[in-house]
C-alpha cells in the first residue's frame, strides 16, 4: 500500500512500491490526462507537480512520493498560473494532436509559479524536457508570454 | 472527386428524419450504396450521417476522417458550416465510426493520409452543407407560405426577404420531410463567411486539460493490458520463454503466444511490461541476422550501377550526355537512412473479441483497412469489426499500419477478455515500419549555358506499395520515385529509374512519403548545377521554372519574404528549395549558421506556399510549422540504423529529436489562389532538408548528399 496526496485527495493504492508514479495516476486512479511517452524520463508528456515542482511522473517510484503533494493537469487550471496558461493555449490555439500538451501545460506553469516573467532563455531551460514531434514549439513560447502578460496585468 | 461530383444527388445524399425532430444528412460516396432509402426513425441514430440538427439548433458535423494534429475536425465542419449558413458558435464534431459511408473517395476506403482529408471533402461536405440548407430553407418557405426563392440561410437562420425568420432548430423536424434538391448551388467563393478565416479549432479546449481521449486512455470494463515479447530481428521466432515466472508476477493474469509475438497479459502497463520483462525469451533469430546498415548501403550502390525500372523517360539521356551540346558533366550519389515515425504516444489499441465480432478502439489512420483486414483474419463480415477512432498522439503515417490493431485482436481472442495492446516506446521504434532507406545515383550534364541538358537519377529503395498491397503500375512503386519523375526544371533529357531494394525491413508511409527523400536528393542537385554553372541557387532555378508558374509564384514569394536579394545577417547563409507534393507548392528559405565543431543552427525558416483554396489560413501555417520541425528533426539527427540484423535506437536519446532551444523563427506566407485545395498536412517537409543542406554549402562549399547532417564533415580544422 501506498498513500498518496493526489489533486487535494488522499488515496491509498495497492501497487508495487517500484510502480511509477505515472502508472497510478493513469491505471489506478484514472487520470489519464497526462501521458506516458518514453518511460525514461526524455519527452516531458508525463510531467506533473511535486509540492509545486515539475517532475517526470514515469521516473518517479510511487512510493517516493508518498505524502507528498501531486498536482496533475485534470486540476492545474485551479491555479491562477495553470488558469493563465491554459488560456493562453486556447487563445493562440497552440496544441496540434494534443498528447505532449498536458506535460507542456504542466512544465509552463511550473515556470510562470516560480519566475513570473520569464526570458526567453529561461523559457528554453524549462521546457527543453518536454518534446512536440507536431512542432508547436514556437506558438508555446508565445502562449508563455502571453500567460505572463496576463498574469503580470492581474497582479 | 470528378466521379464524386457526378453522381446524382439522389444516390449522394439521404436524409432522415431524427428521433427527437431532428435533421440528418448523409453523403454517400460513390459506389456504396448502404444507407437504406428511408431509414426507419429508430435507426436515425446509426452512425451513417454527416449533419446532425438538433430542435435545440446544434449541429454536429461527424467526421470520418482521423485527427492527428493536421485539423480535420475543424476543417471538416467549416466545410459543412459554410454551405449550411450555420452559426459557427454552435457547430460541433463528432468522430464517426468505422462505415463504409465515410470512405475517404481518394482512397476508396475510410482512412486519412497523403493530405487528402480537405482535397476529399471539398465538394462533397460543402454539397451536404448546401443540402440541408436547401431543405431548411424549403421548410420555412412552406410554413410561411412564400417563395423558397425569396429565403436564404443567415447565421443558422432561415431569413425571408420581407424580414421573418426562424432558428434552424425550428425547423429541423419539418426540413427532414423536405425533398433532397436534385442539385444544389454551391456558394461563389466571394461570399464565404466561414471557409478562408482562422477560426479556432474546435479540438483546442479538450487538448489543454487532460479530457481529450487518446488511444492509451480507452478504458474497457473488465479489461486487461498486455506488452509483447518482440521479435528482436525480422523472422525470428521465439523458441522458449518463462512464463511460469512472469505469471507468478504481481497482477499478471496471462502469457500467451501470439503472431506478434509473446505477450505479457496484466492488470496495468507496469505489470504487464515487468511480466514482459522477465519472459527471457529464447529467439531463433533465424536468417536475417546478417543485415547491418553498412551493408545495406553497399548494396545500395552496387545496384544503382545497373539499370532500373523506367519511371520518366524524356529525350534521349545517354545520346545527350555524350554528345557534342554537354558542356558540363555532374556525378553524385545521395543517401538516406530508414527512420522511425516516433510519434509522442507509443503504438497502442484496445481490442475485445466476442462472438459475434470485433470492437477496436484506438488512434487508428485507416479505420476502413481494419475491417477488411480484420474480417479477413477473423473469417467474419466486416460489418462485424466496429472500430472507435480516439484522437491521434500523432500520426505521420505510422497509424495506417495495422501491427497494433492486430497485436490487440490476437491476445483479446487468445485470454477471452478485452486488452489494451501497448508498446513501450523502445517496441515502438523498433516495431520496423520505417521510411525507406534510399540511395540515388545521379549523372548529369549541362549545357554551355550551364542549363541542365541530360539528366539519370537512379534510386534504390524498398518499396512501400508492396508492404501496403497497393498496385504498382508497371512494376513501378509511385511513392519510390514521386518528386522524381515530377522534376519540374526545364531539361530536355531526363531518366528516372527505380532498382527494388530487398532487406526485410518494413517500409511504410512517412509525412510526405517518397518526397521526403526524394525532394532532398533533386533540390541539392539543382543546388549543385546551379553553382557548377556559376549562377545563383535562386536565380538558376526561377529561371528554369519558366513553364511551371505555381512552382515558380511560391519560389518568389519565398525569397523575397527572406530576402534573398540582400545579404543575411554576419555568420549567416541561407539556401533555398522547392517542391510540388499533395497538390500543394512549397518554398523554402533556411538562415543557417555553423559553428567552427561543425554543429548546424537553423535561425529561420522562410516558407512560402500555395495550397489553392485555403479554407482554414491558421490551420495551414501550423501545419507548414509542423512538417518543417518533423523535417529539420529528420534532417538533423533522423537515422535508425541496423546492427546484426537488430535495430539500434530505442528511444529519445538515441533518437534525438528537434526542443525547444533548437527551434527556429519560422515565417509562413500562404499565396492566394483560386485553384481547388492541395494538401496541407505534409507539403511543408520536403523543401526543408534540402533548404539547409544548401545553406550549409552556403557557409561551408561543403556539399552533404547524406541525412543526418554530418556534424563531423563540418568541422573547421
Request: glycine fraction near 10%; charge should be neutral; hydrophobic fraction near 45%.
Amino acid at each position: 500500500m501506498v498513500t498518496l496526496n493526489v489533486n487535494g485527495s488522499t488515496h491509498s493504492v495497492d501497487v508495487t512500491p517500484d510502480t511509477p508514479l505515472l502508472w497510478v495516476l493513469r491505471d489506478t486512479l484514472n487520470l489519464t490526462g497526462t501521458k506516458f511517452g518514453c518511460g525514461e524520463a526524455l519527452c516531458g508528456a508525463c510531467t506533473v507537480h511535486l509540492d509545486g515542482a515539475p517532475i517526470r511522473s514515469c521516473s518517479v517510484p510511487a512510493s517516493a512520493v508518498a505524502g507528498k503533494r501531486i498536482t496533475t493537469i485534470e486540476v492545474i487550471g485551479k491555479t491562477a498560473a495553470g488558469r493563465a496558461v491554459q488560456e493562453a493555449w486556447l487563445a493562440l490555439d497552440v496544441p496540434q494532436c494534443g498528447y505532449c500538451q498536458s506535460g507542456q501545460i504542466m512544465s509552463a506553469t511550473a515556470l510562470l509559479a516560480r519566475k513570473p516573467r520569464p526570458s526567453d532563455a529561461d523559457i528554453d531551460a524549462a521546457m527543453d524536457g518536454n518534446i512536440c514531434r507536431c512542432g508547436t514549439y514556437n506558438q508555446i513560447r508565445a502562449a508563455i508570454q502571453s500567460a505572463a502578460a496576463h498574469l503580470a496585468e492581474g497582479a | 472527386m470528378n466521379g464524386t461530383a457526378a453522381q446524382s444527388r439522389r444516390e449522394f445524399l439521404r436524409v432522415t428524419a431524427l428521433a427527437g425532430g431532428g435533421l440528418l444528412i448523409a453523403v454517400a460516396v460513390p459506389g456504396v450504396g448502404r444507407l437504406a432509402e428511408a431509414a426507419p426513425v429508430d435507426a436515425t441514430f446509426a452512425p451513417n450521417a454527416f449533419i446532425r440538427i438538433t430542435p435545440d439548433g446544434e449541429v454536429t458535423v461527424v467526421v470520418g476522417y482521423s485527427e492527428m494534429g493536421q485539423g480535420v475536425l475543424t476543417a471538416v465542419p467549416m466545410l459543412v458550416a459554410e454551405e449550411l449558413d450555420a452559426d459557427w458558435s454552435r457547430v460541433h464534431y463528432e468522430q464517426a465510426p468505422a462505415d463504409p459511408v465515410y470512405k475517404n473517395p481518394i482512397f476508396g476506403m475510410q482512412g486519412t493520409g497523403g493530405s487528402t482529408t480537405v482535397r476529399a471533402s471539398w465538394q462533397p461536405m460543402r454539397e451536404a452543407g448546401a443540402t440541408a440548407r436547401a431543405m431548411l430553407i424549403g421548410a420555412a418557405a412552406k410554413r410561411w407560405g412564400v417563395s423558397p426563392a425569396d429565403c436564404r440561410g443567415e447565421a443558422g437562420h432561415v431569413v425571408h426577404a420581407g424580414g421573418k425568420s426562424l432558428p434552424y432548430g425550428a425547423l429541423a423536424s419539418e426540413a427532414a420531410r423536405q425533398p433532397v434538391p436534385a442539385q444544389v448551388k454551391l456558394k461563389d467563393p466571394r461570399d464565404f463567411r466561414i471557409i478562408g478565416k482562422s477560426l479556432h479549432r474546435l479540438d483546442t479546449p479538450l487538448k489543454i486539460n487532460g479530457s481529450g481521449r487518446f488511444g492509451i486512455d480507452v478504458r474497457v470494463p473488465g479489461g486487461y493490458t498486455a506488452v509483447l515479447a518482440r521479435p528482436p530481428v525480422p523472422g525470428a521466432k521465439a523458441l522458449h520463454w518463462n512464463a511460469e515466472r512472469a505469471k507468478s508476477m504481481a497482477g499478471v493474469r496471462a502469457v500467451v503466444e501470439v503472431p506478434g509475438g509473446i505477450a505479457a497479459v496484466a492488470d496495468g502497463y507496469w505489470n504487464a511490461k515487468k511480466a514482459r520483462d522477465a519472459l527471457d525469451v529464447q529467439w531463433d533469430l533465424g536468417a536475417n541476422t546478417a543485415y547491418s546498415s553498412e551493408d545495406i548501403r553497399r548494396s545500395f550502390a552496387a545496384r544503382a550501377q545497373h539499370p532500373g525500372l523506367v519511371a520518366r523517360h524524356d529525350g534521349d539521356v545517354a545520346a545527350a550526355m555524350h554528345g557534342p551540346h554537354a558542356a558540363k558533366r555532374l556525378e553524385a550519389v545521395y543517401e538516406v537512412p530508414y527512420l522511425a515515425h516516433a510519434c509522442m504516444e507509443p503504438m497502442n489499441a484496445t481490442a475485445s473479441v466476442t462472438a459475434d465480432g470485433i470492437t477496436i478502439w484506438g488512434g487508428v489512420q485507416a479505420p476502413g483497412a481494419i475491417q477488411q483486414a480484420l474480417a479477413a483474419a477473423f473469417h467474419l463480415q466486416p460489418g462485424q469489426i466496429r472500430v472507435t477512432t480516439t484522437l491521434l498522439g500523432g500520426g505521420f503515417g505510422r497509424r495506417f499500419g495495422l501491427d497494433f490493431v492486430f497485436d490487440a485482436a490476437f491476445v483479446s481472442k487468445a485470454i477471452g477478455a478485452p486488452v489494451h495492446v501497448m508498446y513501450p516506446r523502445e517496441d515502438d521504434m523498433r516495431a520496423q515500419f520505417y521510411r525507406p532507406a534510399a540511395l540515388l545515383r545521379f549523372e548529369g550534364a549541362l549545357d554551355a549555358q550551364g542549363a541542365p541538358l541530360a539528366l539519370r537519377m537512379n534510386t534504390v529503395c524498398a518499396s512501400i506499395a508492396k508492404a501496403a498491397h497497393m498496385p504498382l503500375p508497371d512494376g513501378i512503386d509511385s511513392a519510390a520515385v514521386e518528386g522524381l519523375t515530377a522534376f519540374p526544371y526545364r531539361a530536355p533529357n531526363v531518366q528516372v529509374e527505380w532498382s527494388e531494394s530487398e532487406p526485410p525491413y518494413t517500409v511504410w508511409f512517412w509525412r510526405s512519403v517518397g518526397h521526403s527523400q526524394n525532394i532532398f536528393f533533386v533540390e541539392g542537385l539543382v543546388d549543385e548545377m546551379a553553382i557548377a554553372a556559376g549562377k545563383d541557387p535562386y536565380e538558376y532555378r526561377r529561371e528554369l521554372l519558366g513553364g511551371a508558374p505555381r512552382y515558380r509564384a511560391v519560389l518568389e514569394l519565398a525569397a523575397r519574404k527572406a530576402g534573398w536579394s540582400s545579404p543575411p545577417p554576419a555568420g549567416r547563409y541561407r539556401g533555398i528549395a522547392v517542391a510540388e507534393s499533395f497538390g500543394s507548392y512549397v518554398a523554402e528559405v533556411a538562415e543557417v549558421s555553423v559553428g567552427d565543431d561543425g554543429t548546424v543552427k537553423v535561425h529561420r525558416v522562410v516558407c512560402a506556399v500555395d495550397c489553392g483554396r485555403v479554407v482554414n489560413p491558421r490551420i495551414v501555417e501550423r501545419q507548414m510549422e509542423s512538417a518543417i520541425v518533423y523535417g529539420l528533426s529528420a534532417a538533423l539527427y533522423g537515422r535508425i540504423t541496423i546492427e546484426h540484423g537488430r535495430v539500434r535506437q530505442g528511444n529519445f536519446n538515441d533518437y534525438p529529436v528537434l526542443r525547444m532551444r533548437e527551434m527556429p523563427r519560422v515565417e509562413v506566407y500562404i499565396l492566394p489562389s483560386t485553384e481547388n485545395p492541395g494538401g496541407v498536412g505534409e507539403p511543408g517537409l520536403p523543401p526543408l532538408a534540402p533548404a539547409v543542406v544548401n545553406a550549409i554549402h552556403a557557409a561551408t562549399g561543403k556539399r552533404l548528399r547524406a541525412l543526418p547532417i554530418d556534424t563531423n564533415a563540418l568541422k573547421r580544422t
